[in-house]
């Protein structure tokens, strides 16, 4: 069975450039989560859909991030106007359940901006 | 909004000993902690969890422990292994306004778990 992939695995943006990064979760799996993860800490939360529904989206940083989730499986977020803060592995991961499922990660796209 | 604490931020051990790592948490109202384990490269895997109505969880050579009057939930690891060597993260969920839960994490600033051969 396949876990959760994303791609591409590594991208390299020029400061103001927009990016897309996709993932791809368990299928069948009902919440999707996406995180941000700065070099030497832990992941941050930036967005939730249940289904194809964005439940919240408190964490993303600001207005240049974007997520959809348009059928319920396949998700992408999007970065407009990349900023040289914003490079960090973006982390999705999907559970079976909303509230109470383990949580899978994907392997993350690594994103410098240069 | 919730705040997670973790200690050490580096630990080194022989192989065979154990290893703890503590963490603490702001908010009373969580109620799911969680541990995961990342390796160079890959996203975080969980290694083992426990829910705010147990105290202790035991699994193999790993073993959670939850204070929820102190706030506070550790892991162990016995009889450490070089393969055990990795970052590792707890985490806390809290439930949402309604007092349901859709999973959101917040995590630890993770420990750097070395074990010497």
């Known amino acids: 069975g396949a876990g959760v992939s994303q791609s591409p695995r590594y991208k390299v943006a020029k400061r103001g450039q927009d990016v897309a990064l996709r993932c791809d979760p368990i299928s069948g799996h009902v919440s999707l989560f996406w995180y941000q993860q700065a070099l030497g800490q832990g992941p941050e939360f930036l967005t939730y859909f249940q289904n194809e529904a964005q439940l919240d989206k408190s964490g993303l940083p600001s207005d240049r991030f974007f997520a959809e989730r348009p059928e319920g499986s396949v998700s992408t977020l999007k970065i407009q106007r990349t900023q040289q803060e914003d490079s960090a592995v973006y982390l999705c991961a999907s559970s079976l359940t909303s509230g109470r499922g383990e949580q899978f990660f994907g392997p993350g796209t690594r994103l410098t901006v240069l | 909004g919730e705040n997670v604490e973790q200690h050490p931020s580096t630990l080194s051990v022989q192989e065979g000993d154990s290893a703890v790592i503590k963490c603490t948490y702001s908010?009373?109202?969580?109620?799911?902690f969680p541990w995961y384990k990342q390796e160079l490269g890959k996203g975080p895997q969980l290694i083992i969890d426990?829910?705010?109505?147990?105290g202790e969880k035991k699994d193999q050579r790993i073993a959670v422990t939850l204070n929820k009057t102190a706030k506070h939930f550790s892991l162990h690891i016995t009889e450490t292994q070089p393969e055990d060597s990795a970052v590792y993260f707890c985490a806390a969920s809290i439930p949402n306004a309604g007092g349901t839960s859709y999973g959101k994490l917040t995590f630890g600033q993770g420990t750097i778990l070395t074990v010497h051969p």
């Open positions: 908010d009373s109202a969580s109620n799911y």
């Open positions: 426990i829910r705010s109505n147990v």
